[in-house]
């Protein structure tokens, strides 16, 4: 009884790890939707819509893949979710200097990686990055420095490598693919949502 009670809090983790796993699979399935569909790396500038404005589904940059998943996974508009709180709290996002902006854009602002980051972190979605691949789970969304300034986003995939690390679907130059890119730059983010609801049915009801 006393091995069991020492186990227990290391099962309950697992159990709550993988439920969460599974229940954020919705999210991984509207990222992957993304390859094949989008083949191009877009960044430039356009007027878009709001709220719920989109480029074409063929074109886009890393952001537009994680805007995009949300969107269909989840209901939730960054673009509106973003700009709400970045016209609320301007001085809690960065305002680099090449951005050259004095105010909200909902044009672009959702588009850019340190945007979102600070956004997931507001809302109270942040992990503390590790390089262990057992603490990235299916649907978490990743943030990397490429270096010279370059950030990069993108969410983790439920397939994994032959040395379990997971895979990533992200949009770096060529359109959205699924690769291994989890450990191959330094990861500066990472943020899980909650585990989406499941629908309930009439045997749940008393």
Known sequence: MK???????????????????????????????QVGVTLRYDPSYRKLKYPNGDLPM?????????VRALRTARAMDLQKLVHEDLAANWDAYP??????????????????????MTW?????HALEPSRDAANYLPG????????RGIL???IVSDQKTADRTPLVVHNIGAGA?????L???TIIGQYRLPAARRPSSPSDRP
């Open 3 to 33: 091995n069991f009670l020492a186990v227990a809090p290391g099962l309950l983790l697992w159990a709550c790890a993988m439920a969460a796993a599974a229940n954020n699979a919705d999210i991984v399935t509207a990222a992957r939707a």
């Open 58 to 66: 063929e074109r886009g940059v890393c952001t537009d893949v994680v």
């Open 95 to 116: 305002h680099q200097r090449r951005w050259n902006l004095d105010k909200p854009d909902p044009n672009i602002d959702h588009r850019r990686v340190p945007n979102l």
């Open 120 to 124: 997931f972190r507001r809302a109270g």
């Open 140 to 147: 978490d969304i990743v943030a990397w420095d490429l270096g």
């Open 152 to 154: 990069h986003i993108g």
């Open 177 to 181: 693919r699924e690769e291994d890119i």
């Open 183 to 185: 450990f191959r730059y």
